[in-house]
């Protein structure tokens, strides 16, 4: 039997001085991170990283980026069949774009602006933390809230138009990035299988709660402007661990 720590009852998204109640302005549940606890499980499966990724896109009124984080470690506890914990730390220092590519100049600017301190600052955090807390039956009750966006033709995906489809479970976890730790709850479509774990999750945070603050959407009084990013951002996971 072996024994992983990890968070208890927490998430993904949200600043260190949020509440435990559902925070306006962001498409999933957010609280405060919970204490670490341990958790008994008789099989730990790690994380491929070859195989293993987390997905990003970002919306301004004039267009949008997207790329990859690639993880850095993972392990997946497996108590029954089912998934019960685990953490995925996430190599936030090697964050990528993809739709630039052709574009080698553009492409190095952009990466260079999210590594530095109007975004990740990998220089003082290069990895990000992810620990799941609680893995449950998906229902019906636990359909995302949709936050309303200035209208404009690259507005971000809504959280329902880019959850993942056909969710099986509901996510707990928390996210520990730049320095703070914070939780949220997402669907997902998690699978053990032939001694493998697959889950996919597409979901949608504010950059803003974990300190992200560059051309922050809020700080505009006139959005016809275009002077800023929204803070909504589109994520996903993809990962898949073996036993």
């Known amino acids: 039997m072996k024994n992983l720590k990890f968070l208890g009852f927490a998430a993904f998204v949200i600043m260190a001085a949020a509440c435990s109640q559902t925070k306006e302005g962001t498409d999933a549940e957010v609280s405060e991170a919970k204490e670490v606890t341990e958790v008994s499980t008789s099989e730990s499966f790690g994380v491929n990283k070859e195989e293993s990724k987390i997905t990003w896109i970002g919306s301004k009124p004039t267009g949008k980026h997207n790329g990859i984080i690639p993880i850095a470690s993972g392990d997946i506890a497996i108590e029954d069949n089912q ?69 404009t033709q690259y507005k971000p995906a809504s959280a329902k138009e880019h959850m993942v489809a056909s969710p099986t479970h509901k996510v707990t976890g928390n996210l520990t990035m730049r320095g703070k730790t914070l939780s949220i709850s997402f669907p997902a479509h998690v699978q053990v299988q032939d001694n493998k774990v697959i889950a996919k999750a597409k979901f949608n945070i504010d950059r803003s709660l974990w300190g992200l603050q560059y051309n922050n959407e809020a700080d505009v009084v006139d959005k016809a402007k275009d002077k800023f990013i929204y803070n909504t951002v589109n994520v996903g996971f993809d990962i898949v661990a073996n036993n």
């Not at 220092?93 to 590519?101: M, V």
């Not at 553009?106 to 301190?117: A, C, I, Q």
């Not at 600052?121 to 809230?145: H, R």
């Open 83 to 151: 998934v019960v914990g685990g953490t995925i730390v996430i190599n936030v220092a090697e964050i990528d774009n993809q739709d630039l590519k052709e574009d080698p100049d553009s492409h190095g600017k952009l990466v260079g602006h999210l590594k530095s301190e109007d975004f990740f600052d990998t220089q003082n955090y290069p990895t990000a933390e992810f620990v799941i807390t609680s893995v449950e039956l998906y229902s019906k009750e636990d359909s995302v809230k949709v936050k309303e966006e200035f209208d």
